[in-house]
């Protein structure tokens, strides 16, 4: 069932009128704070009016947005529909979507990670020691390996998109540009955050439009497949360890980020870290994507050896 076929189901709460949309539990909640943004909407704390139980309330407005309302509606239904096949213990959990007639909201209900998400926790306990960056990644693996087997690629790996739940362990979220593929299969669209981009989402071409004054003017690209996500993994795991995106520290721009992504042997700079973590990160940026290991061979990582060494330095930029 999706969006677009409704219970039929309405429920009052706190005057509001919502009709249950899909979702087996009807839970009936009160929005609280802002607790953050994500792709097309904004993110509250809720609390189930029956238990007291905490979600979190992602809050589409269907009025005053870029996207047209139903092209809109297409995009959630396709959020939706992954976050319903996605059942990991380090992947957020989706409970429910509703439509708010009286303020034009689509409002989707997921699990709530009380700590956060990864960004907000790295810039305030950065360099992050060699065991929670041990545990962190392995948790991270763990999610895209069940994704990956499941044919989902998430598009938007970094740490904002990664939440930590009340017992420190990592939930993957924001599966707004999450596609379904087969196994052999690419996706030629572009979606993302460009510091984490694989080059393969990009063609050589890019050299023959490179006076573009804005990445949306480079038209031509191969695409992304599975490998992708273990490029934005090493992106992400620099982030982790110095608290900016990767190439922020030889990049003042978004064209010079680009360039930079599309210069053949070229890859983002690997902060002062473990010689372990140093080559894990290696392997996320081989640029061929064949040759990328995938997540579950980067699970048998020395790195992730219990007996690894239990402190990082990092250049913090």
């Known amino acids: ?53 905490y979600f979190a309330v992602k809050c589409i407005s269907l009025k005053n947005n870029k996207l047209n309302s139903s092209k809109l509606i297409k995009l959630i239904q396709k959020e939706v529909d992954i976050l319903k096949v996605l059942e990991h213990s380090n992947i957020i959990k ?20 009380s700590k956060g998400n990864l960004q907000s926790f790295v810039s305030e306990f950065k360099p992050l020691s060699n065991k929670i960056l041990q545990k962190f990644i392995k948790e991270i693996l763990n999610a895209l390996s069940y994704m990956h087997n499941k044919g989902v ?17 990592i939930k993957l979220s924001d599966f707004g540009l999450s596609k379904i593929i087969e196994s052999t299969l690419i996706t030629s669209e572009i979606a993302g955050s460009l510091n984490w981009m694989a080059p393969e989402i990009f063609s050589r071409e890019f050299e023959a ?38 190439w922020t520290d030889t990049c003042k721009t978004m064209k010079e980020v680009l360039k930079s992504i599309m210069t053949q042997n070229n890859f983002p700079n690997i902060p002062t870290c473990s010689l372990d973590l140093k080559d894990f990160i290696s392997k996320c940026f081989i640029r061929n994507p064949q040759n990328r290991p ?11 050896n219990e007996n690894s060494s239990s402190a990082v330095t990092a250049t913090v930029l």
């Open 1 to 53: 069932m999706g969006i677009s076929c409704c219970k039929q189901v309405k429920v009052n709460t706190e005057g509001i009128t919502r009709l249950i949309a899909d979702g087996d539990k009807s839970i009936l909640w009160i929005k609280g704070e802002k607790i953050g943004s994500g792709s097309f909407g904004t993110v509250y704390r809720a609390i189930d009016i029956e238990t007291a139980n």
């Open 294 to 304: 995938s997540a579950d061979e980067l699970l048998n990582h020395p790195f992730l």
């Open 153 to 169: 690629i998430h598009r938007d790996l970094k740490c904002a998109n990664i939440l930590i739940s009340e017992d420190s362990s």
């Open 209 to 246: 439009n490179e006076n573009a004054e804005d990445i949306t003017e480079i038209k031509k690209y191969k695409g992304y497949s599975f490998p992708s996500d273990i490029w934005s993994l090493g992106c992400t795991v620099i982030e982790m360890i110095t608290g900016s995106p990767p």
């Open 94 to 113: 989706y409970y429910q979507t509703d439509l708010d007639i009286e303020n034009h909201e689509i409002n989707i209900i997921t699990e709530y990670a």
